[in-house]
């Protein structure tokens, strides 16, 4: 059985390849409603790490703001089938409601109260727990309301939404602690989360075909995750294509993380340099991502992918040699440009090189791997560091990056893949 939208005939649904994703209103509503969630996740996170740091030791704030991420790795796979099974309209709407209310129901408490760490550390495993359905159901989503020669530019919107969020999300909740303090901060983010719950109820689905849906009566849902993991493993392009996606970031995370937090300190640029440096990057990655949108298809999509995360890996090693400030904000454009260029080629060709059938099992995957395993190099990375320093370990991450590329070009199918025309 397939999700039904009942208020929607297919037929009245126009196709999508008559009508751009970027000017289809159907798209840009799930577009918009998809920004406005995440800028509410940025200003949620930062509510979470102020009033932890207020209410315990900066150990113990650490653990809270991080506890999230667990259920979300645990029980991400099992997000994916719910996803695949139920439809990802519904498990995104439902799973966004949720995500809303309980985000709500903490601020409601912290106006009235003071509980300390134990209901933070409750909100961030439950938020981390829902995401575990929201961000596979996410993920499945664009390739019920576009068809394959549109998700590559849809990716690009998605991303141009996410480097949206990144710009604003932060001084917003910054705003929102300034003006009345955690308790304010959680509500704010409860209600930019409320806006994205009508508009994801206003987009329009296309049923899969009986023959490429989910079916929910007669299988398990461990087999229906054993069959994921199956398409995967057997795919001529998702298998490799994965492991891509798990090389670039492991590389990428721990230097564009800690590691440029100790890089800054070293060589004396201060928060406000690692700001410049980070805005470089997220200028990089952002015409990336609006090159997608406009041009809707970049030829030779797997070898561009492959291309761009080696020059993008020796970006992040000269990232760590840059003789100052200047020199190492446009080294990071070019880590931006060429890490989002591989990353957005990446997500399209996981978007339409699935089967519609399988994307949220799929999208479960390829964030495990992202939200699940990338993380871990972050604590490496700064150990590391505190060794041998900031460049060996930049190169290492580097060399890390770019064996990614290398999995891309030595795998034929990976390397001649196409975005649909």
């Not at 979470?48 to 740091?53: D, H, I, K, N």
């Not at 141009?160 to 929102?176: C, D, S, T």
């Not at 797997?302 to 995360?309: E, F, P, Q, R, S």
Request: net charge positive; proline share 6%.
């Amino acid at each position: 059985m397939s999700e039904r939208t009942t208020s929607v005939p297919d037929a009245l649904i126009p196709p999508a390849a008559a009508v751009p994703a970027h000017r289809d209103p159907n798209v840009l509503r799930w577009v918009a409603a998809y920004t406005v969630s995440m800028v509410g996740d940025m200003v949620f996170y930062l509510a979470l790490s102020w009033a932890a740091v207020q209410n315990g030791t900066a150990a113990q704030a650490g653990i809270v703001t991080a506890v999230s991420a667990v259920p979300r790795a645990l029980l991400m796979l099992g997000g994916g089938v719910v996803a695949d099974r139920f439809g990802p309209r519904r498990a995104v709407i439902g799973s966004d409601a949720v995500r809303c209310g309980t985000v709500l129901a903490v601020a409601a408490v912290l106006f009235v109260t003071d509980p300390g760490l134990w209901l933070l550390a409750l909100l961030a495993v439950v938020f981390g727990t829902v995401d575990a359905v929201f961000l596979p159901a996410v993920g499945a989503l664009p390739a019920r309301i576009t068809t394959k020669d549109q998700l590559a530019r849809v990716q690009g919107m998605r991303g141009l939404g996410i480097r949206f969020a990144a710009v604003v999300g932060a001084p917003l909740g910054g705003l929102g602690v300034a003006v009345g303090g955690s308790a304010a901060a959680f509500a704010f983010a409860g209600l930019l989360i409320a806006v994205s719950v009508p508009l994801l109820v206003s987009v329009r689905v296309r049923e899969l075909p009986p023959d490429e849906a989910t079916p929910r009566d007669d299988t398990t849902a461990w087999r229906d995750l054993r069959a994921g993991l199956r398409h995967v493993r057997r795919h001529r392009v998702l298998g490799p294509l994965m492991i891509t996606i798990a090389l670039g970031d492991l590389g990428f995370v721990g230097p564009l993380n800690v590691g440029l937090t100790l890089l800054a300190d070293e060589r004396g640029w201060g928060a406000s340099g690692m700001g410049w440096v980070l805005g470089g990057f997220g200028t990089g990655a952002g015409v990336a991502a609006l090159l997608l949108t406009v041009r809707g298809r970049v030829p030779y999509a797997g070898l561009v992918a492959a291309g761009a995360i080696i020059p993008g890996a020796a970006a992040i090693a000269a990232l760590a040699y840059a003789p100052g400030l200047p020199v190492a904000v446009g080294t990071a454009v070019l880590v931006g440009l060429l890490t989002g260029l591989s990353g957005a080629m990446c997500g399209a060709l996981l978007q339409t090189q699935t089967d519609t059938a399988y994307l949220g099992r799929v999208t479960a995957v390829a964030g495990i791997v992202s939200l699940g395993i990338a993380p871990l190099s972050m604590p490496l990375s700064a150990a590391a560091i505190g060794v041998w320093g900031t460049g060996p370990v930049f190169v290492v991450s580097a060399l890390v990056c770019a064996l990614g590329g290398v999995v891309a070009l030595c795998a034929p199918g990976l390397r001649r893949a196409e975005l649909p025309k």
